[in-house]
């Protein structure tokens, strides 16, 4: 096993080297195994007997097949992830050690896609953090979280706060932790994935950044190359950003969010949540609740093209360090 290193405030340690952990930092203890190539040691594990079914995603691909299908395993306290392309995940109850097989054509890096995204969020759903679909920055010393329908540009905006030379804590898989002093913010690892159109947007030419994976168009900004930063330590969260459109020359600005529907914005961009049991998404009901009441959430309009993301990111740096000293 390689020596650990820290994501989303876990010391991970794999069996085989992720290209995304690159530049995440070290640290001496693990407290999340991931296996590779590799199932449970019990064989009951992997007959179908025992296993009882709790999600069938709406997805399918092109031959019907659900996109993801998770089940759990009462007696091994095991989650099974299985999902289209042949790929199988298992969690085990403490979020603990994952294991992962994968077809033989399958390579690290697709695999990871799932490990570092849905599994790694189930993860610390088990764990009792809150995660969010979102992106997140940091913006006059504190973090600031962004929300918004899939395709909002989170990850966009992310890695526009990036250009102007803000670090990045984390895109797409956001955790937060609960404490007496309020709400911080898990760092993840130095990566930001975007789609051809957004790098070409940004950097003037799509193959400007290298694909996650030969077999998908997704390209990743690294965060550790010169230029840019990612943020390494946890830290307070002071604002969330709701991304909206608005066709309207005004665009972009800033207005806060009525308190219901402040609640309903972030519980409809929690992440992982299908995977969880009833009493966990009643404590997900209940830990929204007293995120939106504590925390800040903005509306931020925009309407959307290249040329309006610097003034964007200044507006929401601006409007944070005043939500920060109000």
Known sequence: MR?????FGLGIRSNVEIAALRGA???????????????PDDPEALEESGWTEFHRSQHTDEHGTPAVRAARHGRLHLHRLRYADGTTVF??????RIWSAAPERATVEDTATYLLGPAMGFVLRLRGLLCLHASAVVAGGRAVAMIGRSGAGK???AASFAVRGDAVITDDVLAIAESTDGYEVRP????VRLWPESVQ????HADALPRITPGWDKRHLDLTASGFRFQTQTLPLSAIYLLDDLSSPQA????????????LAVLANTYASEFLDSS?????????MRLTQQVPVRRAWRHFSFDSLEPLCAAIESDAAAVATA
């Open 3 to 7: 020596s650990p290193c820290s994501a």
């Open 25 to 39: 930092p070290s640290t001496g203890t693990a407290d999340l195994s991931i296996e590779l190539h590799s199932v």
């Open 91 to 96: 969690v085990d109850e403490g979020g603990t």
């Open 155 to 157: 990850s966009t905006m």
């Open 188 to 191: 993840a690892y130095p990566r």
């Open 201 to 204: 947007g940004l950097f003037g």
């Open 252 to 263: 972009p600005w800033i207005e806060p969010v009525r308190p219901r529907d402040a609640f």
């Open 280 to 288: 966990r998404r009643a404590a997900e009901f209940d830990a929204v």
